[in-house]
């Protein structure tokens, strides 16, 4: 079964009580009011939590930027204790990261073991803290296609990482989403991110969805749905447009 999440992105008082207006149980934490989520101060961290438990909602993962520089430039852990502190806070096991950027012109399977020995690493870190890591494909990165992220799935159990399914970047990587990524990926991912229209449109590509939606219901994966622009939601149409997204 697939639980329903949006996204805080800027501003906790009117996100998180759009959310909780139309029901959604659930959030991913990516940055509030311009700052990132793991550059909050510990104070600023437990005022988001009494925001949380104010309406009712439950920090489902951390959107961070784990992972996202050069493979060519130094990388600490740092950022990453960082993100189990905040996570750990928040009440929140996931936390989403990336795979490192390739340099331009480069052959990323160059890097592959440099790759899976930092993501090793981050991953020991989350799973002390009794955390797992979701990889997100992203174009530009180590896992921007899906024969480089089953490169990473193969050496990591299922515990301790794990998934985003995120239709867009995939196209962006003139990979189809249902048609090559979906069946090679699917038995590990975990969270599908999804993208609304912030317009009179709830979400782009109906029938696309349908079939994504159909997809994982006949194979009954399980996980979260998480609606970038869904904490933008307000009413009227677009609520309407919404409930029915939600009830299929």
């Known amino acids: 079964m697939w639980q329903v999440a949006g996204l805080l992105t800027h501003s906790p008082a009117t996100q998180l009580k759009n959310l909780a207006s139309i029901h959604v149980p659930g959030v ?42 050069s493979v060519e430039d130094d990388y600490t852990l740092d950022r990453v204790y ?7 806070i928040l009440g929140c096991q996931r936390i989403c990261g990336y795979s490192f950027k390739i340099p331009a012109g480069h052959n990323p399977d160059r890097y592959k073991g440099e790759v899976i020995d930092r993501i090793g690493k981050i991953i020991q870190v989350v799973a002390r803290a009794d955390m797992s890591y979701l990889h997100e494909n992203a174009p530009g990165y180590f896992g921007d296609v899906p024969t480089r992220v089953l490169d990473l799935v193969e050496c990591f159990t299922e515990d301790e990482f794990s998934l985003v399914f995120d239709p867009i970047s995939y196209l962006q990587c003139q990979v189809a989403p249902l048609g090559a ?10 969270y599908v991110r999804l993208h609304l229209d912030p ?45 029915a997204l939600l009830s299929r």
């Open 28 to 69: 991913e934490l990516r940055s509030v009011g311009g700052t990132s989520i793991l550059d909050l101060e510990d104070r600023q961290v437990w005022e988001l939590k009494a925001d949380l438990d104010r309406y009712g909602l439950q920090a489902v993962a951390l959107g961070t930027d784990l992972a996202t520089g």
């Open 82 to 88: 960082r993100a189990t502190e905040v996570a750990g």
């Open 181 to 190: 990524a979906y069946t090679q990926v699917i038995g590990r991912t975990s």
């Open 199 to 243: 317009g009179s449109k709830v979400l782009e590509h109906g029938k696309y969805l349908d079939d994504l939606l159909a997809r994982l219901r006949d194979d009954s994966c399980a996980g979260i749905i998480a609606l970038s622009g869904l904490a933008d939601v307000k009413g009227g149409e677009e609520l309407s447009s919404l409930a």
